[in-house]
């Protein structure tokens, strides 16, 4: 019996193998590469280089001369020019982006600067920042996968906004406990984020119930 000839691989399955060789390279290189780098730590040496020689005073509050710290935040966190550019119907992957990395800006902000005595205040207030991050992510991947029903997509960002509300009121409340100008300093930054994540979520919301247009999935993909 002859044996039967081999086909011989086309263009297009060349190419396909190609492809998936260059995607496991890619995947290869990215998993050594962050298990490599501590993002946070990285994030943490940068702001703290930004705090550390500043001392603050009633003149510099009352004058309004925040330093190297308000700028810092203010250029990583909360300039305002980003978050208004995010008002339209039509960038809800972006208003999910830009919340998910504001929360986890916050987080990495609030226990590299913040002095000893509001570790545990900080601590308790943060936990709200960890789950709203996480119903955050889980609405942004629900939405892409377009797994998610309205209704359960409006559950999560409602749980989402409710954990930033919190975080927010839980720890102005920390700071009137507080003199510590350090704290200060950095939680006024940290509240005035907040009030800006819970107006672009609002937005947000809005973005979500548009998308779906009274039906239980996304109907608009160019959105998404």
């Not at 040496?45 to 509050?61: G, H, M, N, R, S």
């Not at 570790?119 to 992510?137: E, K, M, V, Y």
């Not at 609405?139 to 309205?150: I, M, Q, V």
Request: charged share 25%.
């Amino acid at each position: 019996m002859s044996k039967a000839t081999p086909t011989p691989k086309t263009h297009a399955e060349d190419d396909t193998a190609f492809d998936d060789w260059l995607a496991a390279a890619d995947t290869a290189t990215l998993e050594r590469v962050e298990a490599a780098i501590d993002l946070d730590a990285g994030c943490a040496a940068i702001f703290a280089a930004a705090v550390v020689p500043e001392t603050v005073t009633e003149d510099d509050t009352d004058n309004g001369h925040w330093g190297h710290l308000d700028t810092a935040l203010r250029e990583a966190a909360d300039s305002i020019a980003p978050w208004l550019a995010l008002r339209s119907l039509f960038v809800l992957p972006h208003q999910l982006d830009k919340a998910i990395t504001t929360t986890r800006t916050m987080t990495v902000v609030g226990r590299a600067l913040l002095p000893d005595s509001m570790r545990i205040p900080w601590g308790l207030a943060s936990d709200f920042l960890t789950d709203c991050n996480a119903h955050l992510a889980r609405l942004k991947h629900g939405l892409l996968r377009r797994d998610l029903s309205r209704q359960e997509a409006i559950a999560l960002h409602d749980r989402a906004l409710a954990d930033i509300t919190n975080f927010r009121a839980a720890f102005q409340q920390a700071l009137c406990t507080t003199t510590h100008p350090k704290a200060h300093q950095v939680g006024e930054r940290l509240v005035s984020t907040a009030e800006m994540l819970v107006v672009l979520l609002r937005w947000t919301r809005d973005s979500i119930t548009y998308i779906f247009e009274d039906s239980e999935c996304p109907t608009t993909v160019s959105v998404l």
